[in-house]
């Protein structure tokens, strides 16, 4: 297998650490006499063997440093049988430190247990054999040579790792945040789409009706009476319209009630669309309930009345409010029947956002035509909502 290709500061490194031994030698200047007797190749052609293999490994302390490693360690020793070299052994010592920074885990905590082991013995075996102060020197050489550049590798990769660590909770707090950010602004988005079209929807259905009737009918009382409700719409309208955008631009804070209604504005809304000609029939006694939970319920009944002047057929409309099992339950009944088509264009979004209303506290929403004795060929719209109660208040 073919070896990767060495980095380009690796071969600076090899090349500096080769010229420099070579300059060691030709001023000959060594790290032993030729009469130590530890020098077994005296001269200068000796120590060019392990100087030219350490450099080669140099060139591999990065891409393969354990392959570096293990050729290495025998140049290093047959160094000490020359007179030696200062480069070989200063190249030596950073392969060993690159061998644990850049080689995998379980090899640089391997390699910081033998070169422990090594100095420990180099210490204590030489002076338990010679009983002189000096033999502890051989300990001291190993520790410098081989376990400090390794323990210097070891806390260097720590500190790496955990900036790398860092770094990457760093990135997923900032993803998480993108995510947050962006889901809030499309809940945002949905709760604005909600409101808008529930404040508006309710008058702009009324005006539309209305309108139709007062240019299909040629009865001026009857104009003047369709006028003056599409008047009326539409200035209420309007006026829910401005208290949205102030509160969107932060300026309507003295008009949060108001852009909040409350179950005791049912009686208004209906009498609202009695004007608009439904026989709305209230039935609500819900009791105290929590506000998001009064909000969703006024807002369901709002629209399922506006509906019910877009869709239903001649009938009562039945409204009814009541707490069922921990839940709010909110019931809205209308004829369904044959109708040639809407008295007013819809979009859909109403059921949608009835639904996500429903959702939103926990609870469940269903809408659709059903059967009930006595109505008008027994069928009806249904629409039925179950809002939890303990959901809402902590929502």
């Known amino acids: 297998m073919a070896l990767p290709r060495p980095h380009r500061f690796d071969v600076y490194v ?30 200068p052609w000796p120590i060019l063997v392990p100087l030219t293999v350490m450099a080669g490994c140099e060139l591999l302390r990065r891409a393969a440093p354990r392959t570096a490693l293990m050729i290495a360690t025998p140049a290093i020793a047959a160094d000490v049988l020359t007179q ?20 995998p885990l379980a090899s640089a905590r391997r390699i910081q247990w033998i070169t422990g082991l090594l100095t420990v013995t180099g210490t204590v075996v030489p002076y338990a054999v010679w009983r002189v102060p000096e033999a502890l020197l051989i300990g001291v050489v190993i520790g410098v040579v081989a376990y400090g550049p ?22 997923q707090t900032a993803l998480l945040a993108e995510m947050d950010r962006a889901q809030a602004v499309t809940s945002e988005r949905s709760r604005m789409a909600r409101e808008l079209h529930d404040l508006v929807a309710n008058h ?19 104009s003047r009476e369709a006028l003056s409700v599409i008047r009326e719409n539409s200035v209420a309208g309007l006026a829910e319209m401005r208290r949205l955008i102030g509160i969107l631009r932060d300026a309507g804070a003295g008009t949060e009630p108001a852009a909040a209604p409350t179950l005791d504005g049912l009686d208004a809304l209906a009498d609202g669309a009695r004007a608009n000609g439904l026989d709305v029939r209230l039935d ?47 019931t809205v009944t209308s004829p369904f029947g044959d109708r040639e088509g809407p008295r007013a264009p819809g979009s859909g979004a109403g059921l949608v956002g ?35 109660l303990t959901e809402g208040d902590s929502a």
């Open 14 to 43: 090899a090349v500096a650490g080769l010229l420099g031994g070579l300059l060691l030698v030709g001023i000959g200047l060594g790290n032993r006499s030729r009469e130590d007797p530890v020098t077994l190749f005296d001269g």
């Open 84 to 103: 030696g070299n200062l480069a070989t052994v200063l190249m030596f010592t950073d392969i060993m430190y690159a061998a644990v920074l850049y080689g």
């Open 284 to 330: 609500a006694d819900p009791g105290t309930v929590p506000a998001p939970v009064e909000l969703a319920a006024y807002r369901i009944v709002q629209e399922s009345l506006t509906n019910a002047l877009k869709h239903a057929a001649p009938g009562p409309v039945t409204v009814t409010l009541a707490r069922r099992d921990g839940c709010l339950a909110v």
């Open 150 to 171: 390794a323990a210097t590798g070891w806390i260097v990769r720590n500190h790496r790792d955990a900036a790398e660590a860092a770094r990457l909770r760093a990135e």
């Open 204 to 222: 702009l259905s009324a005006i539309a009706i209305h309108s139709t009737a007062a240019l299909s009918l040629d009865d001026p009382a009857t």
């Open 354 to 388: 009835m639904r996500e209303r429903a959702a939103l506290l926990g609870g469940t929403f269903e809408a659709g035509p059903a059967h009930e004795p006595g109505s008008a060929d027994g069928k009806i719209w249904a629409v039925r909502a179950l809002l939890p």
